[in-house]
């Protein structure tokens, strides 16, 4: 799609959205694959935790670059208000999403990365459901306290959660005043 095509016209804006989305969520779905499956094999070489922090600040580079690079064009060639709120909610479900994979990832390599309710038992329906429930508190800045990080590496992701949560609202905030918002 090229850039001067009119974004207005909602299939094109969906169109041009979820084909510059789709290597980001690779990457998630890539190194949530690893952080779930191929990481606990460096279990034993102490390294696995270090890798999880790694490939959560490459996709946080990626989300970062697709929100730049969305959001500007949505400025640019859009005024319509639920193209900025489709963009904002696919980024925070991808930031919520991808923190909760690592999240789990963690519990995996050692059930002493987090203070949760979860037992040895745990199905991983349950698992992901407490690590999506922890990263949704956990953007939302609400923090129950009900899951708490328990070690440095844990803390670490929540704390790049908090500064990407950080990061989308105030680059939103700084760009409110470039966005004319038509009422279509």
Do not use: C
């Not at 925070?92 to 519990?107: C, K, M, N």
């Not at 309710?117 to 923090?143: C, H, M, P, Q, R």
Request: hydrophobic share 55%; no cysteine.
């Amino acid at each position: 799609m090229s850039d001067t095509k009119d974004l207005e016209h909602t299939d094109a804006f969906y169109t041009q959205l979820f084909s510059k989305a789709w290597k980001t969520i690779a990457v998630i779905i890539v190194v949530g694959i690893i952080d779930l499956w191929l990481l606990p094999i460096f279990r034993e070489m102490g390294i696995a935790r270090f890798l999880i922090l790694l490939f959560a600040l490459i996709k946080i580079y990626f989300l970062v670059r697709f929100s730049f690079d969305q959001l500007v064009k949505i400025i640019g060639n859009s005024h319509l208000l639920s193209h900025i709120l489709v963009l904002f909610a696919l980024l925070i479900g991808l930031i919520i999403f991808s923190f909760a994979i690592d999240f789990w990832a963690l519990h995996n390599l050692g059930s002493i990365s987090f203070k949760t309710d979860l037992n040895e038992g745990s199905s991983a329906i349950e698992i992901i459901f407490e690590y999506l429930y922890f990263s949704t508190i956990t953007f939302s800045s609400v923090g129950y306290g009900d899951i708490v990080p328990m070690n440095a590496y844990s803390k670490t992701l929540v704390m790049l959660e908090v500064a990407l949560r950080f990061f989308v609202l105030v680059f939103g905030i700084a760009n409110i005043n470039r966005i004319h918002v038509n009422n279509k």
